[in-house]
């Protein structure tokens, strides 16, 4: 899947454009705290997960067959699928991006990296902020997207001066 750029539909303006907090000092306490996490969590998993799981592997397996399997699984296959997490919450700061027109929400790389979402300004019931983040309330699916902004106060703020100078003739 290719990353798509936002292109403005004709006579459509921005209202307010953002991304996530891209400081070299954000990046690095993502990338620091994960891998001290994940450093932590395969230890901890590791230690209280290894016996009972090779009792049940000994069952029907070798002794050595069931201890390169749970070292596998346990120091290979758990760490490895936490730093794919990991490296996708830091590729979520690099492409992310999220643009407020007078017509639509164009969200990219929230809340997956490979995700994209339009939600017309027509079909949001609310949309509020807290603890950066902001809460997209949709009309017609009922559903709730909910969004990680470090400035979404002042993406709020600046859809209700819109939405307050729309609503009046």
């Not at 953002?18 to 996490?37: D, Q």
């Not at 509020?128 to 703020?157: E, P, Y």
Request: proline content about 5%.
């Amino acid at each position: 899947m290719s990353i798509v750029e936002f292109q403005p539909q004709p006579g459509e303006s921005i209202l307010y454009r953002t991304t996530p907090n891209r400081k070299w000092y954000v990046i690095a306490w993502k990338i620091g705290s994960g891998v001290v996490g994940i450093t932590i969590l395969t230890f901890l998993i590791f230690t209280l997960l290894t016996g009972p799981t090779e009792g049940v592997f000994i069952s029907f397996l070798p002794a050595w067959a069931a201890s390169l399997l749970i070292k596998s699984l346990y120091l290979g296959l758990f760490p490895l699928a936490a730093a794919a997490w990991v490296a996708e919450d830091v590729a979520c700061t690099f492409i992310g991006e999220f643009i407020l027109t007078d017509q639509r929400i164009w969200v990219r790389g929230s809340p997956y990296a490979w995700s994209q979402s339009v939600t017309n300004l027509e079909d949001i019931a609310s949309l509020t902020w807290r603890r950066d983040a902001i809460f997209i309330k949709q009309k017609f699916t009922r559903k709730i997207q909910v969004h990680m902004i470090s400035d979404g106060k002042l993406f709020v703020k600046a859809y209700e001066q819109f939405a307050g100078k729309s609503k009046t003739p």
